[in-house]
């Protein structure tokens, strides 16, 4: 299954606690921040602070994610920043 989790508006500390716990239930998490960054922390603050491993996508990762190295994401969950208001 794939889940979308938000990563909150600030820092490591912003998803919820519902997205925490799917977190902690991941197979794999993967993160992008091209569309927007969280201002209080940094992927090494949100591995530290949730007790996992993130592999951030760039663009064309997330995009193409038909791709093989990705085939996993069925049993993956995935915070994904919210798009930037503009």
Request: glycine residues 8%; charged residues 30%.
């Given at each position: 299954m794939l889940?979308?989790?938000g990563l909150g508006l600030y820092d490591?500390?912003?998803?919820t606690?519902?997205?925490e716990t799917a977190l902690r239930a991941a197979d794999?998490?993967?993160a992008e921040f091209?569309?927007?960054r969280l201002l209080g922390a940094d992927v090494d603050d949100l591995e530290a602070h949730h007790g996992i491993e993130i592999e951030v996508r760039d663009r064309a990762g997330?995009?193409?994610i038909r791709n093989r190295s990705c085939r996993p994401l069925r049993t993956a969950m995935s915070?994904?920043?919210p798009p930037a208001i503009r």
């Amino acid at each position: 299954m794939l889940t979308f989790i938000g990563l909150g508006l600030y820092d490591e500390g912003s998803i919820t606690r519902e997205g925490e716990t799917a977190l902690r239930a991941a197979d794999r998490v993967f993160a992008e921040f091209y569309t927007s960054r969280l201002l209080g922390a940094d992927v090494d603050d949100l591995e530290a602070h949730h007790g996992i491993e993130i592999e951030v996508r760039d663009r064309a990762g997330v995009e193409q994610i038909r791709n093989r190295s990705c085939r996993p994401l069925r049993t993956a969950m995935s915070p994904f920043s919210p798009p930037a208001i503009r």
